[in-house]
């Protein structure tokens, strides 16, 4: 058996004060007994819609079922390029592929977003969606994203998975595209516990169509319209989501603190995110990238400081994407081999975040 880490990675425990409003939330829904939708989906949906500045919410069963209903609502299939970056979780691209559609890698930037001059060099005659990804937490370059889909007739839907409660000039995360999906799983910066995801659009229409489609295809959960599979959000996890946001700004403000003390300590010894100077990142993770990244990886373990490499491998490194390795993405496979993300969550102390850094400037010589 291993040595549990002195500082973990995540740490999902929930404060006594929290866990009582949970628990009292539960009690509430149990003693309703309304457990499959109901008016408790619907307020966390007007809840979430309001949050992302958004008129539609639809609550899903995880992000990746958001993504694949998005996507399938704006009429993506056979045939159809979906431009994506080549940085991000397997969950970006499956939506896709499920779709029988096919996903065309961009590079990204140094903020390890999708570069939007990549995005453009990608687009063809068969593209028929731009799908950014707000990697890390932090929102992609949606002005210009959306004035290339703008030029080139296409749709927009935000893969916000990372990014509840990150903002670009004020415009929340989810704002921005016709449609956008988000993650709300235990590690995210407003987590269920367990899985669940989100939908937000504007258009009316979309959103009953993706209600449809997250029961089956049905309508009046009866009669069968357009066959589906089943995505419904459990609404014990609605119920849950609906209390956790309302810390779900301290949360964000907390990891933005815990960011800003890792840039002070680091600058100058390894490659550091600059905080966004336009918006407020989620910092879902704070990811730096160094050399020699494997054997400081090592180092940090085996002091006790619990580090994850996300992902080790591009989304054309998979090898399920064989067929894409012959991307254009020169600036993502130089920094996936130096990235590594360090501890960042509500929990930590301001000891934890100077031991560290510490123990990597010590690794350094710094």
């Given amino acids: 058996m291993g040595q549990s880490p002195s500082v973990r990675f995540r740490d999902l425990s929930i404060p006594d004060d929290e866990r009582l409003e949970l628990l009292?939330?539960?009690?509430?829904?149990?003693?309703?007994?309304?457990?499959?939708?109901?008016?408790?989906?619907?307020?966390?949906?007007?809840?979430?819609?309001?949050?992302?500045?958004?008129?539609?919410?639809?609550?899903?069963?995880?992000?990746?079922?958001?993504?694949?209903?998005?996507?399938?609502?704006?009429?993506?299939?056979?045939?159809?390029?979906?431009?994506?970056?080549?940085?991000?979780?397997?969950?970006?691209?499956?939506?896709?592929?499920?779709?029988?559609?096919?996903?065309?890698?961009?590079?990204?930037a140094d903020d390890f977003n999708i570069d939007p001059t990549s995005v453009e060099r990608a687009i063809t005659t068969q593209t028929k969606v731009i799908l950014p990804v707000h990697y890390y937490g932090r929102m992609a370059r949606m002005h210009e994203l959306m004035r290339i889909a703008s030029i080139h007739g296409l749709k927009v839907v935000e893969d916000a998975s990372q990014a509840f409660g990150a903002d670009l000039g004020g415009r929340p995360a989810g704002a921005f595209g016709d449609a956008a999906a988000f993650s709300l799983n235990p590690m995210k910066p407003l987590a269920a516990l367990g899985e669940a995801g989100a939908v937000v659009m504007d258009d009316h229409e979309m959103a009953e169509q993706i209600r449809s489609m997250r029961y089956l295809g049905t309508i009046n959960r009866e009669t069968c319209v357009d066959p589906s599979l089943n995505f419904k959000i459990d609404t014990i996890q609605?119920?849950?989501?609906?209390?956790?946001?309302?810390?779900?700004?301290?949360?964000?403000?907390?990891?933005?603190?815990?960011?800003?003390?890792?840039?002070?300590?680091?600058?100058?010894?390894?490659?550091?995110?600059?905080?966004?100077?336009?918006?407020?990142?989620?910092?879902?993770?704070?990811?730096?990238?160094?050399?020699?990244?494997?054997?400081?990886?090592?180092?940090?373990?085996?002091?006790?400081?619990?580090?994850?490499?996300?992902?080790?491998?591009?989304?054309?490194?998979?090898?399920?994407?064989?067929?894409?390795?012959?991307?254009?993405?020169?600036?993502?496979?130089?920094?996936?081999?130096?990235?590594?993300s360090l501890p960042i969550h509500e929990a930590m102390t301001d000891d934890q975040v100077n031991v560290i850094v510490a123990a990597i400037r010590r690794f350094y010589g710094a």
């Fill in 24 to 108: 009292e939330a539960i009690d509430r829904l149990m003693r309703r007994g309304s457990f499959i939708l109901g008016v408790d989906v619907e307020e966390f949906e007007r809840a979430f819609a309001l949050r992302c500045g958004r008129a539609e919410c639809v609550g899903v069963s995880n992000g990746t079922g958001g993504l694949y209903l998005a996507l399938r609502a704006l009429g993506v299939g056979p045939g159809d390029e979906v431009v994506t970056t080549a940085m991000s979780w397997v969950a970006t691209a499956n939506a896709v592929i499920a779709l029988g559609a096919t996903p065309v890698f961009a590079d990204v």
């Fill in 238 to 340: 609605a119920v849950i989501l609906l209390s956790r946001m309302k810390r779900a700004e301290q949360v964000v403000a907390y990891r933005n603190r815990i960011a800003r003390m890792y840039c002070e300590g680091l600058e100058g010894v390894v490659s550091v995110p600059d905080p966004p100077t336009d918006g407020t990142s989620a910092y879902f993770d704070y990811t730096i990238v160094c050399d020699d990244r494997d054997r400081l990886e090592e180092f940090l373990l085996s002091e006790g400081i619990e580090v994850k490499v996300r992902h080790r491998l591009l989304l054309t490194q998979q090898p399920g994407y064989l067929d894409t390795a012959d991307a254009d993405v020169p600036n993502a496979l130089r920094l996936v081999s130096g990235i590594l």
